[in-house]
């Protein structure tokens, strides 16, 4: 939970500076935002958790 939390407030801040930078206007920012919602809600949705999950883990593992 606290993973994905994370992500989507990271998202959140990428999606903001991306629309104040004029990278990106706010149709297609609506857009990608309602697709995430419904593909939130298919059956995808497990297996895009577990590909997220397994690279957090990776990410965790790394020894520095």
């Known amino acids: 939970?606290?993973?994905s939390l994370s992500v989507?407030?990271?998202l959140?801040?990428?999606l903001v500076?991306?629309?104040r930078g004029g990278s990106i206007k706010a149709g297609?920012?609506?857009?990608?935002m309602l697709f995430g919602?419904?593909?939130a809600s298919t059956g995808m949705a497990p297996s895009i958790q577990?590909?997220?999950n397994s690279i957090a883990d990776s990410i965790n593992q790394i020894k520095f």
Do not use: Y
Not at 28 to 32: D, L, S, T
């Open 1 to 3: 939970m606290a993973i």
């Open 8 to 10: 989507v407030l990271m």
């Open 12 to 14: 959140a801040i990428i």
């Open 17 to 19: 500076v991306l629309i």
């Open 28 to 32: 297609p920012a609506i857009v990608a």
């Open 37 to 39: 919602f419904f593909l």
């Open 50 to 52: 577990r590909f997220l």
